[in-house]
């Protein structure tokens, strides 16, 4: 490769997009792959290599990655003290089922270590698939086991994965619409999405209604739904369009779920690992949640992981009721005790804070700008900004993919998501630096004039 990485990296695009040899890797793809790939579609390019918050595709150019493998990267690519930990634990052991060994000990140890203190001595942690979708199933299995109910709490604009019951609780509904047969008893109520409001009203009205309905259906004795199995929540919606709960919603919504007796999910997939600016969302929120799914980050450089922290009380199912044959990859426990490692020495926390803060700023500046950058949003370094019509304020997603585009031509890869694909996302690792982001306000910037 040409091209320099490390401190002297910038992003260069020296040809058009995709480039001649990515056109060639995309083409075979098509022919050969599902039909189901997604980051493709809007991001044509054929990927080489990585080092820190860049990357390079077979074409030579060189991209600053604002996706980060969708939050999964929070040290960027192939942080070299996670890898060389890798590297060593390749020549112990690779897979070890769900037998204990050194690393799975340290891995567990690290992680229990990141919940508050009241939480950590009535926490268990079970191994599951490879997938935060795997978590999401077990945590449903895990609750419906325990309280020997069938409904499930769960939220409009939430996203929960594309297994069959990680779909069934997710809020998206194309994906559900093409595959009949869902798992039964899922309800959906309204999420604190207040720019705009589920229940039609203008700020002025609002009294965080989307909880006062969620509370008067449920204790309601004839509102159609039984006590629930289980509440399952995102603290900031994700892929829904990077949608902070307000602090009033998630504080009634957790109190309701211990009135009914009815274990509280938090679904931590994206937001994990320091990724809002704590080590986990919940903890911004002063809740204690009864059970926590985890992934993403949690393999440290993107190797496969994923986890579901619970509270002892509710491990009442037996052994094998829920297994898999990779819920036990060393490589993965390896590269999370080494990138929490780091991340602790580092103070990643205190960077997050400080970068998060300077990127807010920088979109608010913009958005003061141009109008059709109807509202900047999220937490840390997890942020969205809505595009919209300025005539008619609707989600504008034909704007919002010309900004995408234009940001790629420039050299920065941004995420689309929420209603619409009208919220252009932005997932920075959690180690970039103020000039970084500064540049990748520059290019964005020049996008949205483009756009």
Same mark, same amino acid.
């Given at each position: ?8 990296a910038?992003?260069?695009?020296r040809?058009?997009l995709p480039?001649?040899?990515?056109a060639?890797?995309?083409?075979r ?17 054929a ?21 980060a ?7 960027g690519h ?10 060593q634990?390749?020549?112990?052991l690779?897979?070890?089922?769900d ?38 199933e077990?945590?449903?299995?895990l609750c419906?086991?325990?309280?020997g109910?069938?409904d499930?709490?769960?939220f409009?604009g939430?996203f929960?994965?594309?297994t ?5 609780v ?6 559900k ?13 309204p ?6 409001c589920?229940?039609g ?9 989307c ?6 259906s449920?204790r ?19 892929e829904?369009?990077v ?8 504080t009634r ?10 274990? #509280?999910? =938090? ?6 690992? $320091? ?5 986990? +969302?919940?903890? !911004?929120? *002063? /809740? ?5 799914v ?10 496969p ?7 002892r009380?509710?491990d009442?199912w037996?052994?094998?009721a ?13 590269a999370s005790?080494?990138a #929490?490692? =780091? ?6 926390? $205190?960077?997050?804070?400080a970068?998060? +803060?300077q990127? !807010?700023? *920088? /979109? ?5 700008t ?8 999220g ?12 005539a ?14 234009s940001?790629?031509?420039r050299g920065?890869i941004?995420? #689309? ?8 996302r ?7 630096d103020?000039p970084?982001?500064d /540049?990748a ?6 996008a949205?004039?483009?756009?």
């Open positions: 490769m040409s091209t320099a990485f490390g401190t002297s910038r992003p260069d695009v040809t058009g480039g001649p040899k990515s060639e890797y995309l083409a793809q098509d022919s050969r792959e599902s039909n189901a790939r997604t980051y493709p579609r809007r991001l044509p390019v990927l080489e290599r990585g080092e820190g918050a860049y990357v390079e595709d077979v074409d030579g150019n060189v991209f600053l990655d604002f996706l493998g969708a939050g999964v990267l929070a040290l192939n942080h070299p003290e996670v890898v060389a930990a890798v590297e634990q390749l020549g112990k690779v897979h070890g089922l037998l204990p060994t050194p690393v799975k000990d340290e891995f567990t140890e690290a992680h229990l270590a990141l919940l508050p203190e009241p939480m950590r001595a009535r926490t268990k942690v079970h191994f599951c698939g490879p997938t935060g979708a795997n978590a999401v077990a945590a449903l299995k419906k086991s325990h309280t109910r069938p499930v709490i769960t409009q939430g929960h994965g594309s069959h019951g990680a779909m069934a997710t809020g998206y509904v194309a994906p619409a093409a595959v009949p047969g869902g798992m039964p008893d899922a309800h959906f109520f999420y604190s999405y207040c720019y705009r589920p229940l009203l203008d700020a002025s009205g609002c009294d965080t209604n909880a006062t309905y969620l509370e008067n449920l309601d004795t004839h509102g159609g739904i039984p006590k629930p199995a289980a509440v399952l929540l995102e603290l900031v919606q994700g829904g369009g949608i902070p709960a307000t602090q009033e919603f998630a919504v957790a109190h309701l779920a211990k009135e009914l007796g009815a274990p #509280l999910i =938090v679904d931590e997939i994206q937001t994990g690992y $320091g990724r809002t600016g704590s080590w986990f +969302a919940f903890e !911004r929120y *002063g /809740l204690e949640p009864d059970v926590v985890a992934s993403k980050a949690a393999g440290g450089i993107g190797l992981v994923s986890v579901m922290f619970y509270d009380a509710l009442t037996g052994a094998g829920h297994i898999g044959t990779f819920r036990g990859h060393q490589l993965a426990f390896a005790v080494a #929490l490692r =780091v991340m602790r020495r580092d103070d990643v926390l $205190g960077n997050v804070a970068r998060g +803060a990127l !807010r700023a *920088g /979109l608010d500046r913009l958005a003061e141009d109008a059709a950058l109807g509202d900047v949003r937490a840390g370094l997890m942020l969205g900004v809505e595009i919209v019509d300025p008619t304020g609707a989600p504008d997603p034909a704007r919002a993919a010309g900004i995408q585009r940001a790629l031509n920065l941004v995420e #689309l998501g929420g209603r619409a694909d009208a919220v252009v932005l997932l920075p690792p959690l180690t970039i103020a970084t982001v /540049l306000l520059e290019i964005l910037a020049g949205v004039a483009a756009g």
